[in-house]
């Protein structure tokens, strides 16, 4: 059952059409009720877009005065939450200029010379993202103050690193603070590198084909803060890369914000019992008193699968569309508003959950005594005795499997049993087998050496500007 208007005249677009919108086909397409989050930019867009008509003899200067005026009273109802969105009106984009147009009269209508929703909604959405790139890479810079202020805190203090989650090589906490804060730096990098390339305005390009009025895009794309304008209007008028290598880069965040929630489950864990997490981050169970979950983390890790979801659906949609405008790409902005929303809000609390989180360090350097950590620096003791590697991993291991038998470690045999592995062990092996030996020795570039990861945290410190 369709409930149909008398005719399609009070649409923007009614001229041709000699029958309304059913009642069933305006609700399936309208896209007001999560596009007015856009209405800001589409706002400054019109302003300056006006500006440009004026200057080229499109408008008036009174008819320019009009449309500004009129459109910042607009811009204030909706600020204000007063302004009634309608959603036969579609969008924002006609919501906005149909409200101009029944407060400032004929001026409000010239509005869209020149101008087509294609060319619109594509400035406003890159406008939004050039904003959001912006506030995501604040947010990565506060998580990653956090990891260079646990890091500071922690210098010195060990951990065992781990391979497939098997005890590997004892680590600094520090080297494994800076191992996020350098993922979380890639993805600064990824996040500069769109806003470039997203900065560029579409104005003008009209629907698809440009148009035969006498325009000037450079002059809007400078009002805007474009670094210039997109070489074709045909790419521009369909073309949604932008948003799918934003939502890309969110993707990732989500990705390493999961693998780091991962870790704090596990670190949580009495299995583990390697950091507290402060109680105003967790919860508790409503049946088993004892209990104390790492809610967030798990959330976090949970909201993974959104961030991912985002992805999809925007491959998915473009996946096959001919070029240019397609109605199809309405469906761009739900998934990117969830995604922005989900990584801004899983940067923010995660990075307050890291200002308070403190690490039981005696639990994690004993954890680094147990399971013959410092093998591989047997090994390498044996490499600088001229022993081949090869060979050299084949008594290490010898030596642990004779470890095992007697359930004990390799700082623990005494140089009488080490000997019986290989001639070449002396007394100065016990400095290598010990942990913070091993630590220590490691100071190739990137390594987990003290001084390697001193230098790592002050080059963090100077790039944050964290004063020392
Ligand atoms: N609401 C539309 C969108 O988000 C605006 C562009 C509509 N253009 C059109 N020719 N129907 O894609």
């Given amino acids: 059952m369709t409930e149909q208007k008398k005719n399609g005249s009070e649409k923007m677009w009614g001229g041709r059409f000699g029958e309304g919108t059913a009642a069933s086909v305006e609700a399936f397409s309208a896209s007001i009720h999560y596009d007015c989050r856009l209405y800001k930019y589409d706002i400054a867009g019109s302003k300056a877009h006006a500006a440009m008509l004026a200057a080229n003899g499109i408008l008036s200067q009174v008819e320019l005065t009009a449309i500004t005026d009129g459109l910042s009273a607009i811009e204030r109802e909706i600020s204000a939450g007063t302004f009634v969105f309608r959603r036969e009106l579609e969008d924002i984009h006609m919501n906005i200029e149909k409200a101009l147009v029944e407060r400032i009269g004929p001026a409000g209508a010239k509005l869209h010379s020149a101008r087509s929703r294609n060319d619109q909604v594509a400035l406003d959405f890159k406008l939004y993202l050039r904003d959001q790139c912006d506030?995501?890479?604040?947010?990565?810079?506060?998580?990653r103050r956090a990891f260079v202020l646990l890091a500071r805190k922690y210098l010195g203090r060990i951990m065992p690193g781990y391979t497939h989650l098997q005890r590997a090589q004892p680590v600094q906490i520090?080297?494994?603070?800076?191992?996020?804060?350098?993922?979380f730096g890639r993805d600064q990098e990824r996040m500069v590198d769109c806003r470039r390339r997203?900065?560029?305005?579409?104005?003008?390009?009209?629907a698809l084909a440009g148009t035969g009025l006498p325009i000037d895009r450079e002059q809007v794309a400078g009002i805007l803060g474009f670094r210039g304008v997109t070489a074709n209007s045909m790419d521009t008028s369909g073309d949604r890369d932008f948003a799918i290598e934003f939502t890309s880069n969110c993707t990732m965040i989500q990705l390493h914000l999961s693998r780091l929630s991962e870790e704090l489950v596990l670190w949580s864990s009495q299995e583990f019992d390697f950091v507290s997490i402060s109680?105003?981050?967790?919860?508790?169970?409503?049946?088993?008193?004892?209990?104390?979950n790492p809610d967030i983390p798990e959330l976090i890790r949970g909201k993974s699968g959104r961030v991912v979801g985002s992805l999809m659906t925007l491959i998915t949609l473009m996946k096959g569309l001919p070029l240019t405008y397609n109605r199809d790409l309405q469906e761009d902005k739900e998934p990117v508003f969830d995604a922005v929303d989900?990584?801004?809000?899983?940067?923010?609390?995660?990075?307050?959950l890291l200002e308070n989180l403190s690490f039981k360090t005696d639990r994690m350097a004993a954890a680094t005594r147990k399971g013959c950590m410092t093998a591989t620096d047997l090994a390498d003791y044996l490499v600088l005795k001229n022993v081949p590697f090869r060979e050299a991993h084949g008594i290490v291991g010898r030596a642990v499997a004779y470890c095992l038998d007697k359930g004990c470690e390799l700082p623990d045999l005494s140089i009488a049993e080490l000997g019986q592995f290989s001639e070449v062990i002396g007394k100065d092996v016990y400095e290598v087998l010990s942990v913070e030996g091993s630590v220590n020795s490691r100071i190739s570039t990137g390594g987990t050496g003290i001084q390697r990861v001193e230098e790592a945290l002050l080059a963090a410190e100077k790039q944050l500007g964290i004063g020392r």
């Fill in 198 to 206: 997203l900065n560029l305005s579409p104005l003008g390009c009209a």
């Fill in 174 to 183: 520090a080297h494994h603070m800076l191992a996020y804060y350098e993922m």
């Fill in 279 to 292: 109680d105003k981050f967790c919860t508790g169970s409503s049946i088993m008193p004892q209990k104390k």
């Fill in 342 to 352: 989900t990584v801004s809000a899983s940067l923010a609390i995660m990075a307050e």
């Fill in 135 to 143: 506030e995501v890479m604040t947010l990565l810079g506060g998580i």
